[in-house]
Structures are given as structure tokens and as C-alpha cells.
């Protein structure tokens, strides 16, 4: 029995996991929940699964959830420092991290300096600080699992590949709600239209991220500290029917892919039974329903987002940080309908000019580079004129 502790337990990825947990629930246990602010959902999740821990981030939503699940034996905490503390539990096996952005970084730090391993869903996790995160877990023996389908499949793929050097990493995208349209179609588009995935269903923030492909920037980011390569073994196709999950080309112009129907609860259970693979009734991939599998390259013209973070990823340092943070505070804007589509792109690159780069970052500077960032950003987002916001 596996006690696993879900950061993010009532988003996209902790409700597909907690469904993952229930159909095995011989082999795991949900031992540590928590959400941001959505308290009736982790109360209901409580209730279900019994974890040891609750925690809310909302300190104001505290009592609400304290109170509901007072007759039961969970202990109930809040804030942020709460999870930094409570991850660290000796009885925790494995921490999945599906926090959204930047607040995912600290508690995984903990988990890792408590010799737990980590089933990273987030991300930003290693774009803002891929190198003290993968040396600390080198460090403390620590696996990280990746939960992205795109880093799991690469990750499935080079598994018995140890002794063969890797020529070539292949990241597929689905191309988003917006592939093939023009610049002048994009200026005018809604949040609404943005949320709408042709594949994949997921939350709001990573839903905007993979329309604008920076999504996939920050996958690329993400793949140079998992897989230890340079910006330039990274490629990105766009494959409209996101079956191909992601590829790796090895020294001998050989290629492996894994392929599968666009569901997060397979590269999640893998997380958390690698290195075994157990039995499930997910629906199964049918070739003769796929007659076609197409793949195009990504149009860097009209979605800068991906430039950006190849950029970012080659001058290093506090760069991927600023391009995280710049992004984070534009899709917020973009979904209150105070920035624009296309401006989003504007900002991340107006903050990679104008915040103060570090060449060789601590996690102070990373936390000092986050808040200046936003600061910046939610600054140039108030200045913006009439026409750079699309409702």
C-alpha cells in the first residue's frame, strides 16, 4: 500500500488521480489532499477517501472545511506553509504534484529534501528551477515520475534504453483550438473559444497554455532537465489527433512512440506503479478507428509563445522563471478578459526585456524573479490600450 499525498487534489489532474486511487484502492491511499479554494470539493473528497490530511490554501475557507469534516479523524490545515510542512510526513510514499504554476515549487523541494518521489504534474516545477530541483533529487535518491502524457511517453520510451544515447527528443501537439488560423482571426478571439480543446480535457490555465503552444514551450523547458538534453535535441510536431504522446529518436536514426487515446489517468497510474504496469478498464486505442495519424511543424509566426521558450531555455538562468510568471499573470488576464489573445505574447516578451536577468539563480533569486515579474506584468496588463483587450 502506497500513501500517496495529491497537491491540487480538485483540479483536472487530482480528480483523475483520487479516480486512479479508487479503482486500486488495495494498492493506494489518498493520505494527504488539498486545494486552493475550492472547499466543497475537497470536503466531498474527504469524505470519500479519508485521507489523513486536508488542507485548504484559503486560510479564509478554513473553518468551512474544519467544521464539515469535524466528526471524522482528518486532521484539517491551511496555507501554503502547511503543505511545505505536511508533505514531509514520514508515512508519505510518493507526492503528486498537480499544484497550477509557480506555487508548486516549494513543497516539492520539501518533498524531495524528505527523501520522498515525486509524480510531477507540475511543470513549472522545473521550468523555473530545473537544475536545483533535478540535482537535489540526484541528491536525496529521489525519482521523478512525470505525469505529463508528452514527459511520460518520452519516459515509457527510454525505459531498458539506458546505455543508448538519445539523438532526438519529439514532442507532439494537438495544435490547440487554434491550429491553422491566421494572426488576423486570433486578435479577436474569446476565452471562451480558447477553453474549448479538440482532445484533452484539463483546466483553464493549461487549457489557454496549449491554444497559445506556450503549454508546449514550458513541456520543452521541462524535457531538457527530465531527459538531461540540450534545447537543440527538442523538437515539436503538431499531430492534430494527439495519439502519438511523444517520441525519441536514438543515435542509429531508430524511433520509439508511445501511443494511446488522450487520457491523463494512464500516465498517472504509470507514475505511480513504475516500474510495473497493473490492469485497468480505461477504454482501449483502436487502429482502424485512426486511419490517418498526420503531423505538421508548429507555426512559430503566429504563436510566439513557443519561440519565446526555446529562447528562455537557451539563455538559461532566470529566464524560464520570468517567462513562467509573465505567462501565468497574462492567462489570468486573458480569462478576466483584461488582456487580449495575441498580447499575451506581447507581455512575456516585454518582461523578458525589462526584469533583471541571473545568470546563476538561487531559490531566493527565483522567488525575488517571480514576484518582480508579476509586479511587472500585472502593471503593463493595467497600461494596455482599448484595442489590445478582446472581450
Not at 338 to 365: N, R
Amino acid at each position: 500500500m502506497k500513501n500517496i499525498a495529491i497537491l491540487g487534489s480538485t483540479g483536472s489532474i487530482g480528480t483523475q488521480t483520487l479516480e486512479v486511487i479508487k479503482g486500486n484502492n488495495n494498492l493506494f491511499r489518498a493520505f494527504l489532499i488539498t486545494a486552493h479554494s475550492n472547499a466543497e470539493l475537497l470536503i466531498s473528497q474527504a469524505i470519500e477517501f479519508m485521507p489523513a490530511y486536508a488542507i485548504i490554501c484559503d486560510t479564509g475557507k478554513y473553518l468551512q472545511v474544519k467544521e464539515a469534516l469535524a466528526h471524522l479523524p482528518i486532521e484539517v490545515l491551511a496555507g501554503h506553509q502547511a503543505i511545505i510542512d505536511t508533505v514531509t510526513h514520514p508515512e508519505i510514499d510518493v507526492v503528486l504534484t498537480a499544484m497550477v504554476g509557480f506555487a508548486g515549487l516549494e513543497p516539492t523541494i520539501a518533498a524531495i529534501k524528505a527523501g520522498k518521489d515525486i509524480a510531477l504534474a507540475n511543470k513549472e516545477t522545473l521550468v523555473v528551477a530545473g537544475e536545483i530541483v533535478t540535482a537535489l533529487a540526484k541528491q536525496h535518491g529521489v525519482n521523478i515520475l512525470p505525469v505529463d502524457s508528452e514527459h511520460s511517453a518520452i519516459f515509457q520510451c527510454l525505459t531498458g534504453e539506458e546505455n543508448n544515447p538519445v539523438e532526438k527528443l519529439i514532442i507532439t501537439a494537438s495544435g490547440g483550438p487554434f491550429r491553422g488560423r491566421s494572426l488576423d482571426f486570433l486578435t479577436g478571439v474569446s476565452r471562451e473559444e480558447a477553453l474549448k480543446h479538440p482532445n484533452w480535457v484539463m483546466g483553464a490555465k493549461i487549457t489557454i497554455d496549449s491554444a497559445s503552444l506556450m503549454n508546449k514551450g514550458l513541456e520543452v523547458i521541462e524535457a531538457k532537465w527530465l531527459f538531461d538534453v540540450d534545447a537543440d535535441q527538442i523538437d515539436v510536431v503538431v499531430h492534430p489527433q494527439s495519439i502519438i504522446h511523444s517520441m525519441v529518436q536514438f543515435r542509429d536514426g531508430s524511433i520509439k512512440a508511445q501511443m494511446g487515446l488522450p487520457d491523463m489517468k494512464l500516465p498517472i497510474q504509470y507514475a505511480l506503479t513504475y516500474p510495473n504496469r497493473i490492469q485497468n478498464d480505461f477504454k482501449r486505442f483502436d487502429f482502424t478507428a485512426y486511419p490517418n495519424l498526420t503531423f505538421e511543424k508548429p507555426d512559430l509566426e503566429t504563436f510566439r509563445n513557443l519561440g519565446l521558450a526555446y529562447a528562455a531555455l537557451k539563455q538559461g538562468g532566470n529566464m524560464p522563471c520570468i517567462i513562467n510568471a509573465a505567462n501565468e499573470i497574462a492567462v489570468a488576464g486573458f480569462l478576466n478578459n483584461s488582456i487580449g489573445f495575441l498580447a499575451m505574447s506581447d507581455l512575456i516578451e516585454e518582461c523578458m526585456q525589462q526584469i533583471a536577468f541571473v545568470s546563476q539563480p538561487t531559490i531566493t533569486d527565483y522567488l525575488n524573479t517571480d514576484k518582480e515579474t508579476r509586479i511587472f506584468a500585472q502593471n503593463f496588463i493595467q497600461k494596455l490600450p482599448l484595442k489590445a483587450i478582446n472581450y
